[in-house]
């Protein structure tokens, strides 16, 4: 197959990443041996190999407008990491969500923004280097902010290893992502030939780790589906609405709303399934809100996109 050829695939299956992983959920919920003999200790890994190419698609540009635009950059981080996680944990209050539940719903709301945002803000024709700066931002300060949100939201009702934490997202998010931003600039040449695929490859690690959950977790999932499903559509909505709302109250434009919506409403969910599987082995089903959020945010991120688009294109700016 000739390269031109393959690109024009992997750029087809990024592009239907929703198709993809709804697929894959549904295949691994009613057919769980298809992904059952995958382990969940291959979650971390393949979650690193996601951020590892996350860190070679960035550039020291990217971070420009956390110097050139701060105050952006504060109150969409403000709003990612007090919005969501606070959110999460009324949500779980409203609903009397079981603990492991629970435990699950929180850790998605105090993990930082997922890759997938900047895909979806560019679809949105929102602010894409804001959104970029923003999912890097966060995902800075995730080794402290996550554990410590977590703590403090879920700490009275299970025990919360914070250093643990700590150490397990600097190696499965910052570790990898510096390691890819410094290979992407002493080896750009091979950087810039790998680059069109990984939009693919991020796309398939996330599908297979959904899957993964979702099949070692299938009975539990379809007994209770309909409650997280309401909690996790619920959050998802709530976290772009508040997100747009923050930035319309300083007057930013709609571009750079549409990104921080997008930011907000959009969780690095795998991370939170990653998290639940290692340091809460005792409560299997905190992985599944996860799962769930990872399927949902895609199918809603895309229906946002349109809708920004359409707002836009009714009110330049």
């Keep these: 197959m000739e390269k031109g050829s393959f690109v024009k695939i992997a750029s087809l299956v990024a592009a239907n990443i929703t198709v993809v992983v709804v697929a894959v959920s549904l295949m691994a919920l009613f057919l769980p041996s298809s992904f059952m003999w995958i382990g969940t200790s291959a979650i ?22 956390v110097i050139m635009h701060p105050k952006e950059i504060v109150v969409g981080e403000l709003a990612q990491f007090l919005v969501m996680p606070s959110v999460a944990w009324l949500l779980c209050k409203v609903l009397n969500l079981p603990t492991e539940l629970a435990l699950g719903v929180i850790l998605v709301g105090c993990c930082p923004g997922g890759t997938a945002s900047n895909v979806i803000c560019y679809l949105a024709k929102g602010d894409v280097a804001l959104s970029v700066a923003m ?23 299970v025990a919360v290893d914070v250093l643990g934490m700590f150490m397990s997202i600097v190696q499965v998010v910052i570790l990898p992502i510096a390691l890819g931003f410094v290979v992407s ?18 796309t398939l690690a996330i599908a297979i780790i959904i899957g993964i959950i979702v099949s070692h977790n299938s009975q539990n999932i379809i007994s209770c589906s309909f409650l997280v499903a309401v909690a996790v559509i619920l959050h998802n909505v709530l976290g772009f609405a508040f997100g747009y709302l923050a930035a319309r109250a300083i007057g930013m434009p709609h571009n ?55 707002i836009k294109a009714q009110v330049p700016q």
């Excluded at 999912?135 to 009702?157: E, F, N, Y």
């Design 185 to 202: 600039h002493y080896f750009g040449n091979i950087t810039r030939k790998v680059v069109p695929f990984l939009p693919m490859v991020s």
């Design 256 to 310: 750079k709303r549409a990104a921080i919506s997008i930011e907000v409403g959009m969780q690095n969910s795998g991370l939170a399934t990653s998290l639940a599987a290692t340091h809460f082995v005792m409560f299997p089903m905190a992985t599944v809100p996860g799962a769930i959020f990872s399927v949902w945010h895609n199918f809603s991120g895309s229906i946002v996109a349109s809708l920004f688009r359409k």
């Design 135 to 157: 999912t890097g931002v966060s995902t800075l300060l995730a080794p402290l902010v996550t554990p410590a949100l977590v703590l403090l939201l879920a700490g009275q009702s």
């Design 44 to 65: 971390t890994p393949m979650l690193g190999v996601v951020m590892f190419g996350m860190g070679l698609t960035l550039k020291p540009a990217d971070f420009k407008p």
